[in-house]
């Protein structure tokens, strides 16, 4: 290791890239920056407050903040808030396809007759949560990310009778070790590469033998596939554990027992192609390889009638359920059921979802299909003063938001799955032959749904994007022209302001932390997407942070920059708005403290064995890797 240094000078040496002025601020800013987190834990964890009356303050508290201690004008703040809106905006686009595709499949009797599939397989609601709360969920996220593996198998798990709490629970859980290679690796791709590929990073990575950004960031996928493989295997297990446990007919972890074979078959035979890809295929199809190989071995090996286990569980009645694990969708029941689902063939009730997972990979898998759907070339463009520039097309896109040219914001209308989701469930109405009644009460309840998830959506990400952009006012070129006035502040004391509310309290982490920095490193990671529910933003915002500390202390990038990595797939089962959008479609908007109470329990295993493996490998293992690199 080498001799201490702050961390606040090891950033000031880096330049631009690297949150210069980050570790300046005093004790007073840090307190400060994380009130609305705090007020966020208190009255969504603490309270159990729905999000939807919790969120609203905690944005306003990041508004004043903004306003009055880093000293960003209004505009700054509007625009930002403007920023998460439409974010939002693109969220709720995936919520409401997967509730018109959830509620045009129970109009059609379809989920009625995909229960009675996996009946034949078991009845087992612990077998279910393996195969779709982990290798279906697995698999979707694999495809697509951005929140649509609990926004397809939480109604799933919802239709075949689980409840509501419970579903999203399995769904949310079982899904995370699949999150750093999201959406075709674009965690990876984008989170990771892009923010290392500028500042003083591509001369540092060079001098550790790397041609570039992106094959280090390959490596970094790599080893983050070593810490899921070893740690995330376990995720099965854990799920049923949950479940079992909170909502079974006693507080028990007995039943979970009996399925230890089975989900530790099902997490193991997930890793090893999982592990196998990311080192020695591609960095991009851990997760769908992970998911197809596993899930067909295991599938195998229970219809063959191996690892079954041999009594059946369930949940207790109906009657004995509490009130919070039930919201305005009935699981199971009368209205899943309906006349001629007996008759439909079971490949024909899966077709929507076969349909919408073959178009999810075909849309980001072949470049010359995902290429020009998410090409803003392919789109309108014209500027109104004031307020900026907008763009009308394959995508909608907000940019030079108020005249700010560093804040821009934009719906990818084709490429999200949102989109695919939809065609999915209009392509369902001709598949089931369904009738203009049948379409119009699906989508009409769909819609209903919708309400209370977009006033939470709206205020969660517009808070996660004040605090994030309070840091970029000073550092904005653009701004500094308009304006004629403001440059990034050369004085010692304010030099703080340069880095956001979320940085200045992760490198004061990181201060703190010294030697044992990369026991925590997973944390931060998982901070920055608990907050703003994305893996892939969580790698942007801290790469380069996580790189500087790294060196900082002498140990292997790779390894760090990889925790970071798989922090942000930890981070997204305490994401809000992920939750707030996961129990839209299972009808429980406003549970979202509950969820976040029970997920803590994973969380904690994660990040504490994943901290376990970063200090084994950083100085034990590999302590020899690419590690000290020139700062300047």
């Known amino acids: 290791m080498i001799d201490a240094m702050t961390l606040s000078t090891v950033l000031l040496q880096a330049g631009d890239g690297a949150i210069p002025g980050a570790s300046e601020a005093g004790p007073t800013q840090l307190l400060l920056a994380a009130v609305p987190l705090l007020i966020t834990a208190v009255l969504l964890v603490g309270f159990l407050w729905s999000a939807t009356r919790a969120m609203p303050i905690a944005w306003a508290a990041a508004v004043v903040i903004a306003l009055l201690v880093w000293d960003v004008p209004l505009d700054w703040v509007a625009a930002s808030s403007i920023v998460g809106v439409m974010t939002a905006l693109e969220i709720l686009f995936i919520v409401a396809g997967a509730l018109i595709l959830l509620y045009t499949m129970l109009q059609a009797g379809a989920l009625d007759r995909i229960n009675k599939g996996f009946a034949r397989v078991s009845e087992d609601r612990r077998v279910q949560i393996v195969l779709l709360g982990f290798f279906m969920a697995t698999f979707i996220e694999g495809a697509a990310g951005f929140g649509t593996p609990a926004a397809v198998v939480a109604p799933l798990l919802l239709g075949l009778g689980f409840p509501a709490l419970a579903a999203v629970i399995a769904a949310i859980i079982g899904h995370i070790i699949a999150v750093t290679y999201g959406a075709v690796g ?359 942070f996580q790189f500087t500390a790294a060196q900082q202390i002498g140990v292997p990038t790779q390894i760090v920059v990889g925790a970071q990595a798989v922090g942000g797939a930890i981070g997204n089962l305490i994401a809000i708005h992920n939750l707030v959008a996961a129990l839209a479609t299972v009808g429980l908007v406003g549970q979202e403290g509950r969820v976040i109470r029970l997920n803590l329990i994973p969380v904690a295993y994660y990040a504490f064995f994943v901290g376990i493996l970063a200090m084994l490998f950083s100085f034990v293992v590999f302590p020899d890797l690419f590690t000290i690199l020139p700062l300047i």
């Not at 032959?433 to 769909?446: F, I, K, L, P, T």
Request: charged fraction near 15%.
């Open 186 to 544: 674009t965690p990876i791709i984008v989170g990771i590469e892009s923010p290392l590929s500028s500042g003083r990073y591509p001369a540092a990575i060079a001098e550790g033998g790397f041609d570039n950004a992106a094959e280090y960031a390959v490596e970094v996928a790599a080893w983050a596939a070593t810490y899921h493989a070893l740690v995330g295997f376990m995720m099965p297990l854990i799920a049923v554990a949950m479940v079992t446990y909170f909502f079974g007919e006693e507080r028990s972890l007995e039943p979970t027992r009996e399925m230890i074979p089975l989900c530790l078959v099902a997490g193991i035979s997930f890793a090893i192609p999982y592990w196998i890809s990311a080192w020695f295929i591609t960095a991009e199809f851990p997760s769908l390889i992970g998911s197809m190989v596993g899930g067909a071995f295991t599938v195998s090996l229970l219809r063959a009638g191996y690892l079954l286990p041999d009594d059946e569980w369930t949940f207790p009645d109906r009657d004995s359920w509490a009130d919070h694990w039930v919201g305005d969708i009935e699981p199971g029941g009368e209205e899943m059921a309906q006349d001629g689902s007996e008759e439909m063939s079971l490949l024909k009730a899966w077709s929507p979802y076969i349909l919408l997972v073959v178009l999810l990979v075909i849309t980001r898998a072949v470049d010359a299909i995902s290429n020009p759907i998410g090409n803003p070339e392919n789109a309108v463009e014209f500027t109104i003063s004031g307020l900026g520039t907008f763009q009308v097309g394959v995508v909608l896109n907000w940019n030079d938001i108020l005249g700010f040219g560093a804040l821009d914001a934009g719906i990818g209308l084709v490429s999200v799955p949102g989109f695919w989701l939809l065609v999915s469930g209009i392509a369902a109405i001709g598949i089931f032959n369904m009738s203009g009644e049948q379409v119009r009460d699906a989508w009409a309840e769909a819609g209903q749904k919708l309400v209370a998830p977009f006033i939470a959506l709206i205020f969660v990400i517009a808070m996660v994007q004040v605090m994030l952009n309070t840091g970029t006012y000073y550092g904005v070129e653009g701004l500094a022209e308009q304006t004629g006035e403001v440059s990034l502040s050369p004085d010692s004391d304010t030099i703080w302001r340069n880095a956001n509310m979320i940085e200045v309290l992760a490198v004061a982490t990181a201060d703190a932390l010294g030697d044992v920095y990369p026991f925590f490193a997973s944390l931060i990671g998982a901070l920055g997407a608990a907050m703003t529910g994305s893996n892939t933003v969580s790698n942007i915002t801290f790469a380069q």
